[in-house]
């Protein structure tokens, strides 16, 4: 499974979650920020799921109809503790992330958004 962390997710859970055996990329890692809708895009491009704290990209996802291969909003979730929420909600969700669902995960609450079908677009 590949992941996309979000610049603003903590680079610190980069080599948490490659040492689980995910191929993950760190948009921090970039020479220079490309904006929300080059990150989604690349995302999709490459395979990945997005994790972010931003709500913008569900907005993307859900307004504008920009595609994507599952997206992860982490709300209130310390630093240290977001590769472990991450990982977490792969295990539990990886299948209907892939297939385009959005998960918002906090301390007290999860959420799942199921990906739209193609016959209600």
Request: glycine share 10%; proline share 3%.
């Amino acid at each position: 499974m590949k992941i996309l962390l979000d610049t603003c997710v903590w680079g610190g859970n980069l080599a948490a979650i490659a040492a689980r055996g995910y191929d993950v990329v760190w948009a921090g890692n970039w020479s220079e920020d490309p904006g929300d809708d080059e990150i989604i895009a690349t995302a999709y491009n490459e395979g990945r799921i997005l994790v972010t704290l931003d709500k913008d990209f569900g907005e993307l996802a859900i307004v504008h109809g920009t595609p994507h291969c599952g997206i992860i909003r982490l709300v209130n979730v310390a630093a240290q503790q977001q590769a472990t929420v991450c990982l977490q909600v792969i295990r539990r969700y990886g299948e209907e992330l892939q297939a385009g669902a959005i998960v918002t995960a906090s301390p007290s609450r999860l959420r799942i958004r199921a990906p739209e079908s193609e016959s209600t677009r």
